[in-house]
Antibody, heavy 117, light 110 residues
C-alpha cells in the first residue's frame, strides 16, 4: 500500500526557515517524481515544487529562490526546505507522487505550516 | 503560472448530471493532454478521479468523465449522489516541469 507521511509542520515566525519531510513507503520511491502542493486556509490547491527521479527540480514562481526541494532515496524521503517564510506561506502542505500520466496519484495527509508573529 | 479558471460553485439534485468547466490557455490545457481532476472532501487530502483528460483510475466510478476542447477541460458527474458533494479541482501540466491548478469548484448536492 502506497503511503506518504508528511512531518515538520508547525508555527513559524516570518523570516525564519522550516523544513518539511515526506516519508514514502509501498512503492519504489527512487523511480518516481515527487511534488509538494499547498493549500492556504479556505483556498484552493497550489502546486509548489517538483523533484524528478533523476533529481532535477522546479518551483512555482511564488516560492522560487526561497524554497528548496530535495530527496534522499536511501531514506525514501522527500524534503522541502522553506526559507524567509512569509505570512502568505501559511498552508497545509501536501506531498504527492507523480504518476506515469503527469497526474498526482497519491497524496499524503498534509502538514500544516502557520507563519505568524 | 496563472491559475486555471473554474466556477466557484455548482449544484444539482441526486440523480442529475453536472458539468464543471476549467479554462486555461494555449500554454497549459491547450498544449497538453495532461489534465487531471481531483475530488477533495472537507479536511481530507485530494484524490485523483480523472487523468490524461478522460481516463479514470482504478476504482473510480464511471459516473465521472472528462473531456477537453481547445483551452477548456470539463468534468461531468452523472447520477449525482450525496457523497459527490465535495470540492473539485482541475490541474494541467504547463510545460517545463510545472503544473497549474484551477481555483476549485464547490459541488453541492441539493
Amino acid at each position: 500500500e502506497v503511503q506518504l507521511l508528511e512531518s515538520g509542520g508547525g508555527l513559524a515566525q516570518p523570516g525564519v526557515s522550516l523544513t518539511l519531510s515526506c516519508a514514502a513507503s509501498g512503492f519504489t520511491f527512487s523511480t518516481y517524481a515527487m511534488s509538494w502542493v499547498r493549500q492556504a486556509p479556505g483556498k484552493g490547491l497550489e502546486w509548489v515544487s517538483v523533484i524528478s527521479s533523476s533529481g532535477s527540480t522546479n518551483y512555482a514562481d511564488s516560492v522560487k529562490g526561497r524554497f528548496t526541494i530535495s530527496r534522499d532515496n536511501s531514506k525514501n524521503t522527500v524534503y522541502l526546505q522553506m526559507r524567509t517564510l512569509r505570512d502568505e506561506d501559511t498552508a497545509v502542505f501536501y506531498c504527492a507522487r507523480e504518476g506515469s500520466s503527469s497526474s498526482f496519484d497519491y497524496w499524503g495527509h498534509g502538514a500544516l505550516v502557520t507563519v505568524s508573529s | 503560472q496563472s491559475a486555471l479558471t473554474q466556477p466557484a460553485s455548482v449544484s444539482g439534485s441526486p440523480g442529475q448530471s453536472i458539468t464543471i468547466s476549467c479554462t486555461g490557455t494555449s500554454n497549459d490545457i491547450g498544449s497538453y493532454n495532461l489534465v487531471s481532476w481531483y475530488q477533495q472532501h472537507p479536511a481530507k487530502a485530494p484524490k485523483v478521479i480523472i487523468y490524461e483528460g478522460n481516463k479514470r483510475p482504478s476504482g473510480i466510478s464511471d459516473r465521472f468523465s472528462g473531456s477537453k476542447s481547445g483551452n477548456t477541460a470539463s468534468l461531468t458527474i452523472s447520477g449525482l449522489q450525496a457523497d459527490d458533494e465535495a470540492d473539485y479541482y482541475c490541474c494541467s501540466y504547463a510545460g517545463d516541469n510545472t503544473w497549474v491548478f484551477g481555483g476549485g469548484t464547490k459541488l453541492t448536492v441539493l
